[in-house]
T-cell receptor, first 113, second 112 residues
Framework: EAAVTQSPRSKVAVTGGKVTLSCHQTNNHDYMYWYRQDTGHGLRLIHYSYVADSTEKGDIPDGYKASRPSQENFSLILELASLSQTAVYFC????????????FGSGTRLTVL | GEQVEQRPPHLSVREGDSAIIICTYTDSATAYFSWYKQEAGAGLQLLMSVLSNVDRKEEQGLTVLLNKKDKRLSLNLTAAHPGDSAVYFCAAPKTNYNVLYFGSGTKLTVEP
């Protein structure tokens, strides 16, 4: 069974602080993604990566950085957290050979105060 | 690139009734479409995918219809039960087939 693990499950951060969300997959997948979920907006892609040490911008990359130090790990970094970044964040992975199946983690609920 | 609009945002049905969720898309060259289900407090899980050359696909009480003329994709849960209560998303790949664009989601509630 494919496994994507996110940490922490929830976090409260202060405005202007640094936040790092972590994602680990044991699927041996090439692709990893960070999505943000807001009520009424569905999922929006922030960053993704198809190989270690390389990241690509998604649809809403502003205010976020991503890091892929290894095939298994993919982090999302908020250098200066803002109120508007309060959301649920999902990590996902996908095999290069599978066109449509993304495997999602359980999400991280981030609240910025 | 692809744009996907999903409706309704909320849907409430009685147990045993049908529930229909619709997505419209813009790119007629889209190769396939997918439906994902998100249960409370969990990530999304793939329900079903259909290739763009398929008009209808049925699996385990779910029916997906693809109307290419109207650029409309629908998910029909026949005889819904309370366990189907969740948020459902349609998805389509962007020009880069390794990136998915998701609809805004439909929260389905099935009442006993």
């Amino acid at each position: 069974e494919a496994a994507v693990t996110q940490s922490p499950r929830s976090k409260v951060a202060v405005t202007g602080g640094k936040v790092t969300l972590s994602c680990h997959q044991t699927n041996n997948h090439d692709y990893m993604y960070w999505y943000r979920q807001d009520t009424g907006h569905g999922l929006r892609l922030i960053h993704y990566s198809y190989v270690a040490d390389s990241t690509e911008k998604g649809d809403i990359p502003d205010g976020y950085k991503a890091s892929r130090p290894s095939q298994e790990n993919f982090s999302l970094i908020l250098e200066l957290a803002s109120l508007s970044q309060t959301a649920v964040y999902f990590c996902a992975s996908k095999d290069r050979g599978s066109a449509e199946t993304l495997y999602f983690g359980s999400g991280t609920r981030l609240t910025v105060l | 690139g692809e744009q996907v609009e999903q409706r309704p945002p909320h849907l409430s049905v009685r147990e045993g009734d049908s529930a229909i969720i619709i997505c419209t898309y813009t790119d007629s060259a889209t190769a396939y479409f997918s439906w994902y289900k998100q249960e409370a407090g969990a990530g999304l899980q793939l329900l079903m995918s259909v290739l763009s050359n398929v008009d209808r696909k049925e699996e385990q009480g779910l029916t997906v219809l693809l109307n290419k003329k109207d650029k409309r994709l629908s998910l029909n849960l026949t005889a819904a039960h309370p366990g189907d209560s969740a948020v459902y998303f349609c998805a389509a790949p962007k020009t880069n087939y390794n990136v998915l664009y998701f609809g805004s989601g439909t929260k389905l509630t099935v009442e006993p």
